[in-house]
């Protein structure tokens, strides 16, 4: 071993100076606080895998800790059985979950049978969440083609689960989510049958029976809607027009026709004002929900938002005391705008008596009272 002490006629600083003026020109760190990082996540799990694989016996210690299930069977495996879905999260999802990693990993195996080989096992034992391994790597773009038997079975495997009536809707959307980066003419038009078909979705009557309050739905998903939003974020326009016709689809629950308009928002589609318009003015959808939009509707376009708030004020089908609060946080909403429709409800019989009194303490306090409630 060398003696890496410097000379006693150096100052003790200077091989620290010397080291850190190379670092800064080699342009893969930068300084931050006195110390070195990497610029980005990747070129660090690049750096760590070059390490991890200078070697032959190397190579194969990263693979078998990797990849190894010590209770699973002889490694390198020769037979692949199917592993409970619980096993695989507990036990390869988090192995297997850096993709980039994982690409750099494959990069470094010389022999492109060898990838095949453990890959098709990924497959075998891992099953659709195995094939989605795959997928990541080619959204990716692994500097490595994924060999042609890998990807033609984990396309098979995919699109029979994403066609299979007879499984649950959630395991058919992502399967032919996983499906689209590796056929995206198959999975696309998957994506699109699995969007438009209601068998696949949840019943909104059903919905409405369990959970009397909408926010219950926050955390849900229908899978109509993931099916249509898998296509929007794979940048497939048909994702876009899906979620447009499944805001008008009175077959999906209101709130997922809500989260339909929020999306075409998101993407800068110019038709979710018209959705919210829409749905503001549908009956079937909850009371509270319309008055909601209408309020979204009035920050994308103050003039069309703040006309239906005020027809809204007037309805007897929907929450009038909030719709009059959601007017009243808009920037050209005066107090005195207000104060006409503050009257009428306070002198309202058919209102429930909360909700006069509370008009009548807005219209006795002010604007400032009005606005702070």
Known sequence: MHDTTPPTHIHSRAPERFLGSILRSSGLLIERADRFDFPHQTLLEYC??????????????????LFRLPWYGRWPWTHARRISSHVW????ARRLGNGSSLGFLLDAIPDTREVTRLLKRVIGIGGVQGCDVIAVQAELGTPIPIPVPVAEAAVSLVSRVARDATRDGWDRVNAARILYPLDDVRGGDLLVALAGDTTVGLDPESL?????????LVDMTDCRLWAAECLAESGDLRGIDLLYELGLDPSLHGHFRQECADRLEHYGDARAADLLMYLARDTAVRAGARVAG????????PSRGVALLLDLSQDPGVDRLFAVWALSRLDDTSFADLAELLVALADDPSLPQGDRTQAKQWLDQGCAGFIIT
């Open 208 to 216: 409405d029976d369990e959970f009397e309050d909408e926010d219950f």
């Open 89 to 92: 999260w507990e036990e390869m």
């Open 48 to 65: 760590a895998v070059r390490h991890a694989t200078r070697d032959a016996q190397a190579r194969a210690r990263a693979l078998r800790a």
């Open 294 to 301: 209408a309020w979204r509707l009035a920050r994308l376009e």
